[in-house]
Each structure stands twice: as structure tokens, then as C-alpha cells.
């Protein structure tokens, strides 16, 4: 038997990683195909836009929870799977998926430019220091790029100053960070800009008062007093039967959840002081947007 040539190894090599990311691309487009039939078939897109961002997010109820779902590969690429889920890649997903269903370009293509969209900063993917890491981050670019309107201050949120550093000063829980350490210096820079301008929180002790404002669809981040941090979690407001649910990838139960009473849930979260809540806006009236 005559020993393989360099080319023909790496032929193999690249055969073996490549085909499986196709065959994960496929599994997703197919995923993504389905809901779009629903979605349409249900005749979704005819209700108000936060009604559909909570229908869409009832799509992926049941999928496994994963945590870190953006930090398994080394190099940044707009990445989505419909296996497994954290709360922020839930939250993008539904959101994603809501938007294009409602501007009728649902495909996988459109799905990802979305979720690129949502993502990162400016909406355009650069490298690791483009993802929104921080909720905080994401929720001002996101306004900025009128995907979300941050009800917080309407709602009588009040304004707390917090330094965020939680990244920088734990590099070793984040791949990245650990594998490149000329990343931490850059991570801090963002952070002391974050940490310049106010958090605008509900307080914990101040939730039922608001409660009757929240919508079906509305985002809502939850924050924390652990220091360095900003928020610790994040879903989607489900208003049904008199009551508000929440719609999250929960890693107590390990899969993409229905909590049934919001109030008692915000109450029992570690840590927990209070929440932000932002509300879609639907891309067909709004701009800019892909």
C-alpha cells in the first residue's frame, strides 16, 4: 500500500470537520424551515409583534439547556445551534426568529444575519470584542439599532451606578480570555465605559407595581448584586391567564422552561435586585434593520 500524500491527508482532515458542520447547518435550516411553516401556517405574523415574539419563544420550549453555548469554539463566528440553549441565545433566537417571520424573509439565511444583527455591536461581527458580552451592552445597542425599547424609566426605574468588571477580573472562566491575555486589557476598556453611565433597575421590593405594564414578548433582565456584574439572567414575558410567565433557558431544570408566576420567581433568584424590561419592536415600522 503506498503512504498517502500531504494533500490527501489533509483532504481527509478537512472531510472530517467539515462534514459534520454541514450536517449541524442542515439539522438547524431544517429546525428553522419548521417553524417557519408553523408560524405561518398559525397565521402568527398577523398578531401584535410582542404577542408573536411570545409565540415564537414557546417554539423552542423543551430544547436542553447548555451553558457557555458562544464559547465553545475558538474563533468567533455568529454561531446558533437548535440542540441547546442559554438564556442569551434563547432570548436572541426567539427574537431573530420573530423578526423575520414578521418582515416575511423566514430562512435560515435571513435567521442569521438577524441573529448578527442582535448579537454584536452595530450589528456587524468583528471578532470576539464586537459580542455583546454584557447585558448592559446589549441593551443599548439594541436600542440604538431600534430592535428594543428600554421601558425601564417609563416604568419608574431608578438609575444605579455599579462597576462591571466581572470578565476582566475572571479571565479563567472565559476560553478566550484564559487562551489570550492581550484580550483582558480590551475587555476592561469596555467595561469602564459601561460602568461610566447608570444601570436603570426596578427594584425587587418595587416589582408588583409594574407587573400590570409588562407584556407578552417584553425582555426581561434580571439584575444582580454579585459584584462585577450587571445582570445574571434573562427571558421572555408571557402574559396568559390573568398572570405573567417567563420564558427561559433554566439551568436548575436543565431545559428551556415555563415559569408559572413571574413576581415569585424574581423573588427567589439568587442575588436578585431587580429587573430591566425591554420590549421588541416590531421591524416593519422601525429602522435600522437588515
Known sequence: MKPLGSIAIWCIILSLCIAPLEAVTRADSAFLALQCELIAKQRWTEKPFGALVALVAQLFLGKPYRAGTLDSLQEETCYFTSDAFDCVTLTESALALARIARSGRCNYGEFMRQLE????????????????????DWIRDNSAKHVIEDMTASMGGRSFKKRIDFMSTNPALYPQLRDSAALVPKIAAIERRLSRQPLRILPLAEINRVLANIQSGDIIAIAT?????????????????GKIHLI??????????????????????????????????????TSPSR
Open 117 to 136: 444583527f442582535i448579537r454584536y455591536r452595530r450589528g456587524k461581527l468583528d471578532g470576539y470584542l464586537s459580542r455583546l458580552h454584557y447585558t448592559t
Open 225 to 241: 448584586s454579585k459584584p462585577g456584574l450587571d445582570y445574571a439572567h434573562i427571558g421572555i414575558a408571557l402574559r396568559s391567564g
Open 248 to 285: 427561559h433557558a433554566s439551568s436548575k431544570s436543565g431545559t428551556v422552561t415555563l415559569e408559572q408566576n413571574l413576581e415569585e420567581y424574581l423573588r427567589s433568584y439568587p442575588n436578585a435586585t431587580g429587573i430591566s424590561v425591554l420590549r421588541p419592536l416590531d421591524p416593519t415600522s
